[in-house]
């Protein structure tokens, strides 16, 4: 199966914005979910949202509900996260992932996805 490939990354100031993207090709079948997570230094890793490929219900973490933005772009086989008001602790490697089996709900933990990105860096710093 493909890869997934995230890009957009890099350094922002505090209240900017930057849009990820994960191209997935082969992975926005209906039965699969879609899933974004980040990890900083030192952290664990952390579930942002998610996307139901069938319907693309999403569902988003209390940390970035408001600012974050998740959207698919089927024709592209492409799933975007759209980051504004960025804060420093916002900083961290940033990966897509997919779950399969998930015709009814999409996932954020990251112990249920099935496929998973490299990651693409976002600094946020003045």
């Known amino acids: 199966q493909s890869q997934l490939v995230e890009s957009g990354g890099g350094l922002v100031q505090p209240g900017g914005s930057l849009r990820l993207a994960c191209v997935a090709p082969?992975?926005?079948?209906?039965?699969?979910?879609v899933a974004w997570f980040r990890q900083a230094p030192g952290k664990e890793r952390e579930g942002l949202s998610c996307i139901r490929m069938r319907t693309g219900w999403t569902n988003y973490a209390r940390s970035v509900e408001g600012r974050f933005t998740m959207s698919l772009e089927k024709a592209k086989d492409t799933v975007y996260l759209q980051m504004n008001n960025l804060k420093p602790d916002d900083s961290a490697v940033y990966y897509c992932a997919v779950k399969e089996r998930s015709f009814f709900r999409c996932s954020m933990d990251a112990s249920e996805m099935n496929y998973w990105g490299k990651g693409a860096l976002v600094t946020v710093s003045s």
């Open positions: 082969g992975f926005t079948r209906d039965d699969y979910g």
